[in-house]
């Protein structure tokens, strides 16, 4: 086991301890009595700061969601010359970090149902602004909130599906079939708008991702008013073909 500073708090010592231990012998591993010992610990101290072990498997989830966020931060590019490929790049670094820690993935993916820890939040606010500029650049053929879902989903189902198929029967060419399949899903060849869409929809999506949070012109009730008509024009378009 690691050497651990002794500095640590005692939760973080905790929380890695059980990390550690997930990593290593999975969820089984995790009892209160083996994290206690690893962290060179009493078993009460673990009831006392976390609850259960439910109460620390959420703080292990949130643990992983920061370290999680570390990686984005650093490949994080404010402004992308190519935004569609800064999409490819985000993806496969979910993925990666999903099939190359797939224990603390999947208590990540469990720790989301019941509610999201600011390192989770701030993950998906990345995501949010990779999305609004993939729309801002006219990219986009769906809604922001369905392009994000479909990030999401295809990420989260290209771990599942890799980490629960047997070593020697993994094809790597289904990562990149998958994320292929999402980029075609959520984005256009071309930042245009082509002759077979009708209405302003793009214009609307493009326009609605460009709007500041905070501008001065309109009041809040203008921007919500504003917000509203613009996703209502931005969902008016066709379905992406299949």
Known sequence: ???????????????????????????????????????????????????????????VAEHGYAQFLERKRAQLDPAPQDPVEELRRGWDMVVEFGISRPELFAVMNRAVGRGSGAAHRAGLEILHGRVRRLAAGGWLRVDEEL???????????????????????????????????MVAAVTRAEPTVPASESGPSAAARALRAALPDDADVL???????????????AADGPAPHA
Not at 154 to 165: K, L, M, P, Y
Not at 219 to 233: I, P, V, Y
Request: hydrophobic share 40%; net charge neutral; glycine share 6%.
């Open 219 to 233: 009041s809040d009730a203008e921007q919500r008013l504003l917000r509203e008509w613009l996703t209502r024009l």
């Open 1 to 59: 086991m690691a050497t651990r500073d002794s500095t640590d708090s005692p939760r973080r010592r905790i929380v890695e301890a059980a990390v550690e231990l997930l990593e290593n012998g999975g969820p089984d591993a995790v009892s209160t009595r083996a994290v206690a010992a690893a962290a060179g610990m009493q078993p009460p101290a673990i009831y006392r700061l976390f609850g259960d072990k439910e109460g620390l498997l959420e703080a």
């Open 147 to 181: 392009a994000t879902q479909i990030i999401q989903a295809t990420g989260q189902g290209a771990v599942i599906t890799w980490n629960s198929t047997p070593a020697d029967r993994r094809n790597p060419a289904l990562l990149t079939v998958l994320r292929e399949s």
